[in-house]
């Protein structure tokens, strides 16, 4: 019962919709958009980083006991162009949003779209051909309490 189990039913959300997700145990190949869990590795081009909230107490209980939690999932979508970052992340808002991730020892709410940013220039890499990667962020949020 720890927010990395909640971490990992997120990540089983993004396998299951086709997303590669590339966590501490490695990248498991295959083809797909790669989905990280923190930091990433290498240069891709495209890829989504998943950053995830340590779970906030929003409720307790008179015996001050924590009742629910609230969690952030905050991804930041890359692509070469700005269409493709919005591609990418409305096929990570289909993945997520109203899913339910399923952790033991927790109860989850649906994730529900909280905030979308336009894609931007990233001007903190290097350019290609005069050109800036771009990227755009997807947040949803959901709550979670322990059974």
């Given at each position: 019962m720890t927010a990395q189990s909640l971490a990992a039913a997120v990540g089983a959300l993004f396998t299951a919709s086709g997303f590669v997700w590339v966590s501490t145990a490695g990248d498991p190949g295959g083809g797909g958009v790669r989905a990280y869990d923190g930091q990433v590795l290498g240069s891709p081009a495209v890829f989504v980083r998943v950053g995830q909230t340590l779970p906030k107490v929003t409720?307790?209980?008179?015996?001050?006991?924590?009742?629910?939690?609230?969690?952030?999932?905050?991804?930041?979508?890359?692509?070469?162009?700005?269409?493709?970052?919005?591609?990418?992340?409305?096929?990570?808002?289909?993945?997520?949003?109203?899913?339910?991730?399923?952790?033991?020892?927790?109860?989850?709410?649906?994730?529900?779209?909280?905030?979308?940013?336009?894609?931007?220039?990233d001007r903190d890499v290097a350019a290609t051909n005069g050109r800036w990667p771009m990227f755009g962020v997807v947040e949803l949020e959901y709550t979670a309490t322990l059974t």
């Open positions: 409720s307790r209980s008179l015996a001050r006991t924590r009742q629910a939690h609230w969690c952030l999932v905050r991804c930041t979508v890359t692509g070469r162009a700005a269409e493709e970052v919005r591609v990418i992340a409305q096929d990570v808002i289909d993945a997520l949003e109203g899913a339910r991730p399923a952790a033991a020892g927790w109860q989850t709410t649906p994730l529900a779209l909280l905030n979308t940013r336009e894609p931007t220039e």
